[in-house]
């Protein structure tokens, strides 16, 4: 038995720093600058490399998803500004999820443009709080961020609502309790498309599935968040990063046909189905080890 704990113990260490090793190499495209650009109609892509922050314009100001990390708001509001617009018109501000790669940037960027903070309800007290009260991994880890004061908390479906633009929340929870995945109609060129912004499937390595006594009802919510990703109807697949929906090279193709490279339901589709086997294989696997 001791041996058995001490091989348990061993295989976390070693999946840790594995893990820290991977994540230290892939967030460099984290703070990486990127070309900002129109998707379709209002909406606009002003993130980094990976990191996605979407802006929606009105005439009665913007709304801003994902306030990135605390290094990226500069990179933000450059962006925002290079397409023309005012960084203190942003009148709302919004997030995937209560991890510090979507929000940790949301109390500077809420003092610099005074912004209401909108966050669903099963994430709102970890963003007033500054998220998880001790580290998961170590200093710096993305479960803890600046804390920040939340204006709205918003219930499954609620709908969000500035000028013309009209956003709907739906909770697609397990990532975090309270992960949200926005969908919009754009106007393109006189005609109507579905936006879907997918807040998270993934199973971050270190989630527990089985047993979890932080968050008892994990794998029951993972369950909730395909079913609903499956349900939407979508034209435009965009998500919290870039390489959800591989902005980088779809962004290259803009310009270059009379498509609009962002209109993958396709691509959505597959994404979708691929990270519920993954889900399925983890949650599978976490089973047989109880």
């Known amino acids: ?60 100001g913007h709304v801003l998803i994902n306030s990135s990390l605390e290094e990226s708001v500069p990179l933000i509001r450059a962006s925002v500004e ?68 939340v204006d709205r908390r918003l219930k499954d479906g609620e709908e969000v609502k500035l000028g013309d633009a009209v956003l709907v929340a739906h909770l697609t929870p397990g990532h975090t309790p309270g ?33 979890n006594k932080n968050y008892p009802g994990i794998a029951t919510d993972y369950e909730k968040t395909f079913r609903v990703l499956k349900a939407l109807p979508v034209d435009l697949f965009l998500g919290a990063h870039g390489g959800y929906y591989g902005m980088e090279a779809k962004h290259a193709l803009i310009g270059t046909s009379a498509t609009n490279p962002f209109i993958d339901p396709a691509g959505y589709l597959r994404y979708v189905t691929d990270r519920e086997d993954a889900f399925l294989a983890e949650w599978e696997k976490q089973k047989k080890a109880q």
């Open 1 to 60: 038995m001791i041996d058995h704990l001490r091989s348990q113990i061993l295989f976390s260490i070693l999946l840790l720093l594995a893990c820290g090793l991977a994540d230290a190499q892939d967030r460099s495209s984290w703070t990486e600058p990127f070309p900002p650009h129109r998707i379709a109609g209002n909406l606009y892509y002003v993130g980094s490399r990976d990191l996605a922050s979407y802006l929606i314009t009105t005439p009665e």
């Open 179 to 211: 992960c949200t995945t926005w969908t919009m109609k754009v106007m393109d060129a006189g005609k109507p498309l579905n936006a879907v912004i997918i807040g998270s499937p993934n199973v971050n390595p270190g989630y527990l599935l089985v047993g």
């Open 82 to 149: 290079k397409l023309g617009f005012k960084f203190k018109d942003i009148r709302i501000l919004l997030i995937s999820h209560a991890h510090s790669d979507h929000c940790a940037g949301s109390a500077e960027i809420v003092k610099q443009t005074g912004a209401k903070y909108f966050v669903i309800e099963q994430d709102a007290d970890a963003v007033e709080n500054g998220g998880a009260k001790k580290a998961r991994v170590g200093k710096g880890d993305y479960t803890q961020f600046p804390a920040a004061k």
